[in-house]
């Protein structure tokens, strides 16, 4: 689970902490341009790392300080619990006078607080139970995707898998296509790759597929299956199966509407986080494209799977799917004006008088 996330000098976060502790859901609302797209953004390029990414220009930029602060290195720190344990990785990026590009200050990892390997610039110090072996590493690459994990066991492999593994999620719906050429269970934020997910998913864990169907039938009840039929060499085409009375209606997948793609791409997020989870999943406002109708059961339904295992970070403005939140796992995002940093507190810091939706429609929130 995510325990806590820092970000300093990147965009409009400046010593900014989210502290999500042991809360297995938690939203965050703020008016647009508050900071929730950058904190998925920060969580993103933690994302990248784990998945492979090194090269820093791939993740930041210059014009990604804040305020153009370029004195200032941009800093993000994770602290998460992985297995009972605590794992703490931060980097710290800078960029000297005359350098076009960011190059890596200090990188650490720590598991319960005993350093895993630690980094200066170049000089990495990698620990070990005998002695310390030191190497360099080119200072515009992080560090964590070079180092080379010794087993599945290794807390480096642990990790790093479990990064690669966020679910970060705005999907597209005219993206998701139904069609997949390979198998994966790394999903893309705006779901293109949704059916690679979707074959990946039940050819590791063919048994998940109860766990798409279950939910699936309790708000599509005519639904009868799902095929994901070969149309070429490596090419695989989904379609949905309906039956009402004895009469079947076969739709391919791309011809559903993007609330039904919607509806789809949860029940994959379920199956995932019972199968091979726990998994920390970020969805910004998974209400899109649902009727009014939807948003209540959708959010639910999230919330109810990742109650005992995993963990869900949501974004919204939509009512419906705030009120499925309490006062104790809802962040409050605000910001003066675009030269100012992001704030963030819990609504049960925040003295509101009158109904919480009341003071958003009329603005009357503030830090």
């Not at 793609?261 to 998974?286: I, R």
Request: glycine share 4%; with cysteine; proline share 4%.
């Amino acid at each position: 689970m995510l325990q806590r996330l820092y970000v300093h000098n990147f965009r409009c976060l400046e010593n900014f902490e989210l502290a999500l502790k042991d809360m297995p859901s938690a939203l965050l609302i703020g008016k647009n341009g508050a900071g929730k797209s950058t904190i998925l953004s920060a969580l993103k390029l933690l994302q990248c790392i784990g998945r492979g990414v090194n090269r820093i220009s791939q993740l930041v930029s210059p014009k990604d300080f804040s305020a153009a602060r370029t004195e200032v290195p941009i800093r993000f720190e994770i602290e998460v619990l992985i297995q009972e344990k605590r794992y703490k990785y931060s980097v710290s990026l800078e960029l000297p006078e005359g350098f076009r590009e960011l190059r890596v200050l200090e990188e650490n990892l720590q598991v319960e607080g005993e350093s895993i390997y630690s980094r200066e610039q170049a000089q990495v110090t990698l620990a070990a139970q005998k002695r310390a072996a030191q190497f360099l590493v080119d200072w515009h690459l992080i560090a964590l995707p070079v180092i080379q994990e010794q087993s599945e066991t290794d807390p480096l492999h642990i990790f790093k898998t479990w990064l690669a593994r966020m679910i970060i999620l705005a999907p597209v719906p005219s993206l998701m296509t139904g069609e997949s050429q390979e198998e994966t269970l790394q999903p893309n934020q705006d779901g293109s790759n949704f059916s690679e997910w979707f074959s990946g998913l039940l050819s590791r864990y063919p048994a998940a597929y109860k766990r798409v169907d279950s939910y699936l039938q309790t708000i599509m009840p005519d639904i009868s299956d799902i095929q994901n039929e070969l149309i070429g060499r490596n090419a695989k085409s989904m379609v949905v199966r309906f039956e009402k009375n004895g009469t079947y209606l076969s739709v391919d997948f791309k011809d559903l509407s993007d609330g039904e793609k919607c509806l789809f791409l949860c029940s994959v997020v379920l199956a995932a986080n019972e199968y091979y989870g726990p998994l920390f999943c970020v969805w910004d406002e998974p209400d899109n494209y649902l009727s009014l109708a939807e948003v209540g059961h959708f959010v639910k339904a999230l919330r109810r799977s990742f109650k005992d295992k995993g963990q869900i970070l949501a974004t919204s403005h939509n009512e419906a799917a705030i009120r499925q939140f309490s006062h104790d796992n809802t962040f409050f995002l605000d910001r003066k004006s675009h030269l100012e940093p992001t704030l963030s507190r819990l609504l049960s810091d925040i003295n509101i008088q009158g109904g919480l939706i009341d003071n958003l429609i009329l603005d009357e929130i503030s830090l």
